[in-house]
């Protein structure tokens, strides 16, 4: 009988769990799961209880800090700016000469742009770096037709 209570606390955890994904229940699923294992040897509830909480205790002390640094050194995703255009070709609308600006069209976007060569107006660029809102361009490599 307790080997049913305890299955069904897997079940309702694991369940809490997938409907949240905030990681809420997941440490009570993993002590429900041992204690559940625990029952299959022996009918005493209070120790079934015992190692439900110290189970589910240690995971929650285990992985909390193990998660937390984990988010903390995650950057989030780029989802606009020039950052997105690193890497991409362009065309050159106004010519650039070295240490001074001009202007590249990047995925139909106008930017001020940089580049260490000298690239004259209507050539082939690619976006090596993004400083703010200037891009870093080079003249871009003649692709290779086969």
Do not use: H, Y
């Not at 950052?83 to 930017?111: H, T, Y």
């Not at 060569?117 to 871009?140: H, I, K």
């Amino acid at each position: 009988m307790d080997s049913i209570l305890w299955l069904i606390a897997v079940i309702v955890f694991v369940a809490a769990e997938a409907a949240t994904t905030a990681l809420i229940s997941i440490w009570f699923a993993v002590g429900a799961a041992v204690a559940l294992i625990v029952s299959l040897f022996t009918t005493s509830l209070p120790l079934q209880f015992l190692v439900f909480a110290l189970v589910s205790a240690v995971t929650l002390a285990i992985m909390v800090p193990t998660l937390a640094a984990r988010r903390r050194n995650k950057k989030a995703p780029v989802t606009n700016g020039p950052e997105l255009s690193v890497g991409k070709r362009g065309v050159v609308l106004q010519a650039i000469l070295p240490g001074e600006l001009g202007r590249v069209r990047v995925d139909g976007l106008d930017w001020q742009a940089k580049a260490n060569e000298a690239l004259p107006q209507g050539s082939r660029c690619q976006v090596t770096a993004a400083d703010g809102n200037v891009l870093t361009v080079c003249a871009a490599p003649v692709e290779e037709t086969v």
